[in-house]
């Protein structure tokens, strides 16, 4: 790949008025820069996704735009939150773009290392994640949540790339394949890994958000982690089957302890047949459960229509 590529970069904004004019001027230095070099082309673009916010981001986009049309604007109707504001943005942006960029309005990920993305992507890579050396610039609460998370849900089989949000470069065809996937539960940090394709990873330092405030309070952080779960993994259901085997062994074993102090006359009356009936009933019910639970989860893995299969490349 020799010619230059025509960038795109994907800013999902939830009022976000203070870090605005911020995050734009830092945009126009390095696109500047970086026209200049001719790193990228001269159609390369910001799109700012406005996910519905309520004070004046959506004016600030159009103003720019009208200064400057480099920077173009999306605006929703309402918010729906920094995944599916970001998938609107891909889906938008990689139509007029050979390769895109996702990155938060606040400038908390390093502009600088876009540079970087550029080079992997001109190896032939067609996702390079952006990887936080260190979380110091997290509160240790987040930080620790953060990691426990993700281990927590690699433990259920869920590929992500360890330190890395969604601080991204995509090629247009990775961007086809995601676009490929119609559920509406997004977790884009599970979804991206399981495309495939020849990745890599940059590592980079995340600084302090700039201006404003998190638009992640825990409420919505812990929204995107149950997501996360549930979005990928049946392992819950599969555990609560093997629970309810484990619980039908554990009630014969009850049984027959029933039945031999029934025997021995060492029971009192109705004693046998209480406990028979607890523990046997108790592990049919899970046992009925569990089995209920593997048919919703194919159903589940139905509905999704993810795609089969994704192809990467032809020839002939
Ligand atoms: N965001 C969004 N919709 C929301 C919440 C957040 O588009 O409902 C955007 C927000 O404007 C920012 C990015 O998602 O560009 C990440 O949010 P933030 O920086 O507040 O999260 P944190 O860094 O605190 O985890
Ligand atoms: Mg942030």
Redesign the pocket.
Same mark, same amino acid.
């Given at each position: 790949m020799t010619t230059i590529p025509t960038l795109g970069i994907i %800013?999902?904004? $939830? #009022? @976000?008025k203070e870090v605005l004019p911020l995050t734009i001027s830092a945009m126009q230095r390095f696109f500047e820069d970086w026209k200049g070099r001719r790193l990228i082309t001269e159609e390369s673009f910001v799109l700012f %996704?406005d996910?519905g916010s309520q004070d004046d981001t959506w004016s600030q986009i159009e103003h720019i735009h009208a200064m400057d049309t480099q920077f173009r604007g999306l605006k929703l109707a309402h #918010? %729906?939150?920094?995944q599916n +504001?970001?998938f609107a943005g891909l889906a938008e942006g990689h139509l007029s773009a050979d390769c895109v960029v996702s990155m938060? +309005?606040?400038l908390?990920d390093d502009v600088e290392v876009i540079e970087q993305f550029l080079a992997e992507y001109a190896k032939g890579n067609d996702i390079v994640y952006g990887v936080r050396e260190d979380r110091q610039s997290d509160s240790w609460f !987040?930080r620790s949540t953060a990691q426990g998370f993700y281990r927590f849900i690699d433990q259920l089989g869920v590929e992500t790339v360890f330190n890395h +949000?969604d601080y991204r470069l995509m090629s247009k065809r990775a961007v086809e394949a995601l676009y490929a996937h119609p559920e509406r539960n997004l977790f884009l940090r599970g979804m991206v890994p399981a495309l495939g394709f020849q990745t890599t990873e940059v590592s980079y330092t995340r600084q302090p958000?700039l201006a404003g @405030?998190? !638009? $992640?309070p825990l409420r !919505?952080?812990l929204s995107l982690a149950w997501d996360g779960v549930t979005s990928f993994s049946v392992r819950p259901i599969k555990l609560l089957f093997l629970l309810s085997l484990f619980m039908l062994i554990v009630s014969f074993g009850f049984v027959g302890y029933a039945l031999y102090r029934q025997y021995e006359g060492k029971a009192m009356d109705g004693w046998t047949s209480l406990m028979m009936s607890i523990w046997f009933i108790g592990g049919l019910q899970l046992f009925g459960i569990g089995l209920v639970g593997e048919y919703v989860g194919k159903i589940y893995q139905e509905v999704k229509r993810r795609p089969r299969y994704i192809v990467e490349e032809r020839c002939g």
């Open positions: %800013v999902p904004c $939830y #009022n @976000e %996704v996910d #918010n %729906v939150g920094h +504001a970001l938060d +309005a606040d908390q !987040k +949000a958000r @405030e998190s !638009k $992640y !919505k952080m």
